[in-house]
């Protein structure tokens, strides 16, 4: 909400407005102004010596045939008197050769003028123009004789109507100062930063204008001076306070869920930089397929005087904010006598449970008989009125035929600004041996570990669903004690330790660039590590699939490091859709087996490539991918599906 009023600060920087406003009183002088004069005198000259030029040297029959054969051209243009400024800096306002026009010709004369004005000579004039014409070579050449005149600086800078900032306040706010050439320029940003001020201290329709600008005279030992005396007026306007938010009628989200996440509070004054921030928090909440620019309506006067009560207004358009993403099958018995089974993944979110912004997660996952894995989640946001967020998980897991592991984890973020936050991690740990099926050649020892961490995270995507711009960064560190529940005599016999010190190290980081019109850029990269004396099976991390390492099975590889990297280039199909074309690499590391003298160290590089699409569909977001892995041929790639559902 930012203006100003000059007829100073126009493109078109006439010298003849100048002249006007700076009651320079020629016609007093009995000289008229420097404008009226260059315009006489260019036409006369141009066109008497042209045409006498072109009568003396040139038959009846040779006029005719040059006016439709061949114009005259403007060879050269020569500048004399100009002093302070380079003549050939001024002569490149006169492009030659160039067909002889008397309107484009009078356009440059302007510009030369203008040139003259915004360096602040004031009383330039240009005194005469002659024209050379060489009839055998149709060609023409102009020389300008000018003066410049005094340069005029300003002497005096005037301030009125101010009065929640003081003169020296708004002295500091601008660079234009005493002793400056007036430049329209740098006073249109120095009116943006006083205007910025204003805004700051809840005045967004505080007004800055030029009232006058005068000529004045200075005597000093030297003799006379002449500069300027520039008067500038402020309208400060009222203080606009905040009232409330006004939203869209019949949304499921609650309006406190809202106004708790905008950063211009009720009872705050008006400050347009958090102004600006409202509507790119309510996008990034997730919850609206269409967010509208935020209003800022005047309800009235308070009692108070000179502040006025407001309220802002959006219109916003709920989206489908749950998601479900799954598909269940059943592999029947093989042989017959056997039992058969459910497979298959099922991952329910809902993210904005009653309007409040809690957010519940169920996943199911059973890639087959011997494999499952349950995971609870819940999050409960603005703990006791503060920007304080409380997350609580459960998981189980059943490995293969190997061992089950039981995980409970909670954690506290605190949102330091807008996209920062940091993170208190605990996380509690038990694995169990199962004795069922094949023997193992490394046995799974019972044990428990207890682990306390940090985390911080940045996030400044545009839209988290499918962004266009931003980063995302993650990066957590836990340590604990692991102890294993087994007789000393058979830690003794497999020499292996009863406590080892853990440290576990988590990193994600997604970068997201417009290169082109609906062409995005994707860069995602994600690494863990686990770093101990001893590492056994039921430590090690599982990756690789669609959503790590695409081309290979899911959680094909073990890993205690390990890191992979995801390039993608978009084409937007729509506000949630896109194609792309993506390149993945990973390292991973796995250590000797300390139960297992047979399962050695183990490490490696991985790449895939490929093509696919998130598509919008009846059902929900459909994404789809070929992906070819290392050593497959281009009909024995691996097809990844996903189906997300939004309701």
Known sequence: MKSWQTNLLQDEYKSTKFLALFNMKKQAQGKLPAAW????????????????????????EQIVAQEVSAPLMLKSVRIYGAKDISSTRLAAIFPTPAPVDSLSFQAQIERLKSVYARLGYYDFKIDSVRWTLLPEEKQIHAEIFLSEGPL???????????????????????TTHEGDVLDNETLEKDFEAVLSRYERLGRPFAKISVVRVERIETRTDDGITTGLKLSLAIEEGPVVQIAGYKFS??????????????????????????????KPRLERLGFFERVSDPELLILQKSMQSDTLQAVIKFDLVEGNV???????????PIPPEETGFLTGLVNIGLRNLFGSGRRLGVRWQRPNNFTQELRVSY?????????????????????????????LSGSLSYQLSENFSVSALAQVERINPIFQGTKRDDPILQSGITLTGLGIAYDSRDYPLNPTSGVLFRNEY??????????????????????????????????????????????????????????????????????????????????????????EYRLQLSRKAFAFLFYDFGYFFKPQNPLNVRDAAREGWRQGLGIGARLETPLGLLGISYALGEGDTILRGKVHFNLINLF
């Open 152 to 174: 005029t600086k300003i002497t005096e800078i005037q301030f009125s109507g101010n009065r929640a900032l003081s003169e020296n306040d708004l002295r500091l706010l601008m």
């Open 322 to 332: 749950n998601t479900f993403d799954g598909i269940i099958g059943y592999q029947p």
């Open 249 to 278: 009628d019949s949304l499921n989200t609650q309006p406190e869920t809202l106004t708790r996440e905008l950063p211009l509070k009720v009872g705050e004054l008006y400050s347009e930089e958090k102004f600006m921030q409202l």
């Open 478 to 567: 836990r340590i604990g004690t692991k102890t294993l529940d087994a007789p000393d005599s058979l830690l003794e016999a497999l020499t292996v330790q009863r406590s080892v010190v853990q440290q576990r190290l988590s990193l994600e980081a997604e970068w997201y660039q417009q290169t082109f019109l609906r062409q995005v850029l994707a860069l995602r990269v994600v690494g863990q590590a686990l770093l101990a004396e001893e590492v056994q099976f039921s430590d090690l991390f599982r990756f690789g699939g669609a959503q790590t390492l695409r081309g290979y099975r899911e959680q094909e590889f073990l890993a205690s490091r390990y890191f992979f990297a995801n390039v």
């Open 379 to 407: 999050q409960e946001p603005w703990i006791l009125g503060m920007a304080l967020n409380a997350s609580l998980e459960a998981m189980q897991l059943q490995q293969d035929s190997s061992f089950s592991q039981l995980l």
């Open 37 to 60: 004069q260059v315009k006489s005198l260019m036409l006369r000259t141009f066109a008497v010596s042209v045409l006498c030029a072109v009568v003396i040297f040139c038959p009846e």
